[in-house]
C-alpha cells in the first residue's frame, strides 16, 4: 500500500514561509497524481494545489494561488507545498493525497491514498 507522511508544518508569522514535504514510505507514487488539501477546525476539507505525472501540469486554489507552489520530484517519491506570505486564514491541518490515476484532480472525492496530516498555524 501507499504510505503517504506530511513534514515541515509549524507555527510562522503572517508574511513568512513555509515548505511542507509529502513522502511515500511504502512503494513510488511516480505515476500518481498528487494534491494538497486543508482543514480547518470546524470545516470542511479544502482543496489546495495538484500535480500531475505526466506533464507535471499544476492546479492551484484561487485562495492561495500567488503565493503556493506544488512542485514533484519523483525519484525520491516526494511532493512539495511551498507556502510564501501566509496568511492567518491559511492556518489548518494540510493533508497530502495521491491518486492512481496520474491527472490533475480538485475534488476530495477521487483520491486514492490520504497522509495523516501536518499543522501549519500563522499568527498575525
Known amino acids: 500500500q501507499v504510505r503517504l507522511v506530511e513534514s515541515g508544518g509549524g507555527l510562522v508569522q503572517a508574511g513568512g514561509s513555509l515548505r511542507l514535504s509529502c513522502a511515500d514510505s511504502?512503494?513510488?507514487?511516480?505515476?500518481?497524481?498528487m494534491g494538497w488539501f486543508r482543514q480547518a477546525p470546524g470545516k470542511e476539507r479544502e482543496f489546495v494545489a495538484a500535480i500531475s505525472w505526466s506533464t507535471s501540469s499544476t492546479y492551484i486554489a484561487d485562495s492561495v494561488k500567488g503565493r503556493f507552489t506544488i512542485s514533484r520530484d519523483n525519484a525520491k517519491n516526494t511532493v512539495y507545498l511551498q507556502m510564501n506570505s501566509l496568511k492567518p486564514e491559511d492556518t489548518a491541518l494540510y493533508y497530502c493525497?495521491?491518486?492512481?490515476?496520474?491527472?490533475?484532480?480538485?475534488?476530495?472525492?477521487?483520491?486514492?491514498?490520504w497522509g495523516q496530516g501536518t499543522q501549519v498555524t500563522v499568527s498575525s
Open positions: 493525497a495521491a491518486r492512481i490515476s496520474g491527472g490533475l484532480w480538485v475534488g476530495v472525492v477521487g483520491y486514492d491514498y
Open positions: 511504502g512503494r513510488t507514487f511516480s505515476t500518481y497524481g
